[in-house]
Each structure stands twice: as C-alpha cells, then as structure tokens.
C-alpha cells in the first residue's frame, strides 16, 4: 500500500487505497464506490478491512464474503471492483480467514447453483458469477499472491481455475438455451483461462470443446449465440489465433 488519499470536503467517503498492479500503475479502492455498492450499512466494516483485515473479526469477514457474492451477482458491473477488493483484503490476512470463506463460498454457491443463482427470475446472475470469478483469479494470478494454505490440499488459484472450467460445462450443457449474455461471458473466460486449462487439466478442456460443439449445433440457440460458439470453436482449432479473414469475419470493422 502505497498511502490513503483524502480527497477534501468527501471526507471519509473520499477515502482511497492505491495498490501496485501489474503494469506498475496505480489502481485506487475507492471506499465511497464500495459503500455505493454495498450499502452504508456495511461502511465500518469496510473501512477496517481496507485499513487493516487482521484487526476484524472472522465472523464478521465471512459476514462480508457473503455480502459480496449477494452483490456480484446483481450485476456484472460490480465483478471487477468487487475482486480488487477481495485481493487487496487477501494479500493482507495473517490467517487467511477471508481466503477460506471466499473459497468456501465459490465452491458452495457453484454447487448450490440452482437455489442461490438460479432461483431468482432476475436474469444475468449466472453470468455475474462467471465474470466474478473471473476477475478474482485472473488478479490472484497476475498479481501473484503468496499463499501459505492449501484448499483441500489443492493452491487457491488451482481451485478457481477448476471452477471456472466447471462453470463453462455447466454453461454449455444447461438445458435452457444459452442467452447472449451467458455467451459472450463464456467467452471472455475461455480465451482468459485456455492456456491454463491446458497446462493443468487438459482433458477437462477437451471435454469443454465437444461440450461447445454440442452446444453450437442445437438449431433452437440464437443467430448471435451460435455465431460466439462458432469463433470459439474457430479459435481453439487455430490454437486461439485467428487468421486474418476469421478475424473479418466476427469483426468487420477490425484494422489489421
């Protein structure tokens, strides 16, 4: 952490830690932008954990955990804040309280998926989830954050990683047909995790790729959905690098 900011007549809501990422810029948690998304109720215990996590209670940071997942799932929009935010808690924590609940939670809302996501007549949660979980391993990864324990014997990132790609089967195998915002998050994840994936569980992404070809030929899928599982299947095939007259194709507007 490289200082607090005050930013005058705000006072305390004008509060902001600026962290060190990848490209040696600064990024800034803003706190009025977090209590914007999770309530003013919610502000003590987000200026403590910003400050100092090791100093709030672990039943209170799994109180926050949960209060997070409630939040990204309303809205994709909220996904890379609420990441940074996780991340900047996580590479604070001595005993990794936070860590543990936030995996705990993944993998029991990836699980309960049907009753906690699903439930709701709100559309686009599944995806929010999908983005969320993005974000949060991509900023694991990226920023390389030591970590002592093991979830199940398995490294965070590795827990994630894994999900993701059972997010991605779940996606591509659902009996509903797939919406555009499913797919066009599918995507995004896809291109992000592939040359992990195959590092690590390639034969989980080749179950993903038969999935996606399923997927493409059922004739009910939407033009626009069809045409995003069609480049996916077009980019795996070319070792996730297109040639230029594919590129054409799904982006008429692109300069090469």
């Known amino acids: 952490?490289?200082?607090?900011?005050?930013?005058?007549?705000?006072?305390?809501?004008?509060?902001?830690?600026?962290l060190d990422n990848s490209s040696n810029s600064a990024v800034e948690l803003d706190l009025g932008r977090l209590i914007g998304v999770f309530g003013k109720e919610m502000e003590?215990?987000?200026?403590?954990?910003?400050e100092d996590p090791n100093r709030v209670s672990a039943r209170t940071l799994m109180e926050l955990v949960r209060q997070i997942f409630t939040k990204v799932v309303e809205s994709q929009r909220v996904s890379e804040l609420a990441a940074k935010f996780c991340i900047h808690i996580i590479e604070r924590e001595r005993k990794e309280t936070f860590l543990e609940s936030l995996l705990n939670t993944c993998?029991?809302?990836?699980?309960?998926?049907?009753?906690?996501?699903?439930?709701?007549?709100?559309?686009?949660?599944?995806?929010?989830?999908?983005?969320?979980?993005?974000?949060?391993?991509g900023l694991l990864k990226r920023k390389q954050v030591q970590l002592e324990s093991k979830y199940e014997g398995v490294a965070p990132k590795l827990v994630l990683l894994s999900?993701?790609?059972?997010?991605?089967?779940?996606?591509?195998?659902q009996t509903q047909a797939l919406t555009i915002q499913e797919t066009e998050v599918l995507f995004l994840v896809l291109t992000h995790i592939q040359r992990d994936l195959m590092a690590e569980a390639p034969g989980q992404m080749s179950l993903i790729v038969n999935c996606l070809r399923e997927?493409?030929?059922?004739?009910?899928?939407?033009?626009?959905?069809?045409?995003?599982?069609?480049?996916?299947?077009?980019?795996?095939?070319?070792?996730w690098q297109l040639p230029a007259e594919?590129?054409?194709?799904?982006?008429?507007?692109?300069?090469?």
């Open 1 to 18: 952490m490289s200082g607090w900011g005050d930013r005058g007549d705000r006072g305390d809501r004008g509060l902001t830690v600026r």
């Open 44 to 50: 003590e215990v987000i200026k403590q954990s910003l």
């Open 107 to 137: 993998q029991e809302w990836y699980h309960e998926r049907d009753r906690i996501i699903r439930a709701s007549d709100k559309a686009g949660r599944w995806a929010a989830f999908m983005s969320f979980l993005n974000e949060l391993y």
């Open 163 to 173: 999900l993701l790609a059972e997010c991605c089967l779940v996606t591509t195998t």
């Open 215 to 239: 997927a493409f030929l059922m004739s009910e899928a939407p033009q626009q959905v069809r045409k995003t599982l069609l480049q996916l299947l077009e980019l795996q095939s070319a070792g």
């Open 246 to 256: 594919a590129v054409m194709y799904y982006y008429p507007g692109a300069k090469l």
